[in-house]
C-alpha cells in the first residue's frame, strides 16, 4: 500500500519553541512564532507570543503581541495583551493595551497602557 505525499501547505501546524528547564540562555531571542520559556535568559525576547513558565526566569526586555507570566521578568514588557498570573513575579516597566492580573502576582514597576491610534481626521 502506498502512503499518499502530504503536502505542507495541508498541514496547519503552529511553531512553537521550547526552551526546557534545564536550559539557560543569553543574547537576543526573535521569533515570528510562539516561546514557551521554562529556563532562564539573559537578555531580550521579540516574538509572536511568549509563555515564561512558573520555573522560566528573563532579565532583559520582551516585545510580543501576546505575554503570559508565570515565573519571573526583570525588565520592560511591551506587549498587546499581557496576563501575569498568580506565580508571576515582575520587576521593570510595563507598556500594554490590555493587562490581565491574578491574585497574588508581584509586580512593581511603572504601568503604562498604549493608546489605540485616533482615527484618520476627514475633510
Known sequence: MM???QKTSDISVQEVSLIGSDIKTEGSI????????????QGDVTCKS???EQTGSVT???K???????GTV????????????????????LSYKRIEIEDGATVEGQFLQ????APAAKE
Do not use: C, M, Y
Open 3 to 5: 502512503f499518499k505525499a
Open 30 to 41: 526573535e521569533s515570528p512564532a510562539a516561546i514557551h520559556l521554562a529556563g532562564t535568559h
Open 50 to 52: 511568549l509563555i515564561v
Open 60 to 62: 532583559g526586555k520582551i
Open 64 to 70: 510580543a503581541v501576546d505575554v503570559r507570566v508565570s
Open 74 to 93: 526583570i525588565g520592560e514588557i511591551e506587549a498587546d495583551n499581557l496576563q501575569i498570573t498568580k506565580s508571576g513575579k515582575i520587576e521593570g516597566s
Open 114 to 117: 498604549k493608546k489605540s491610534p
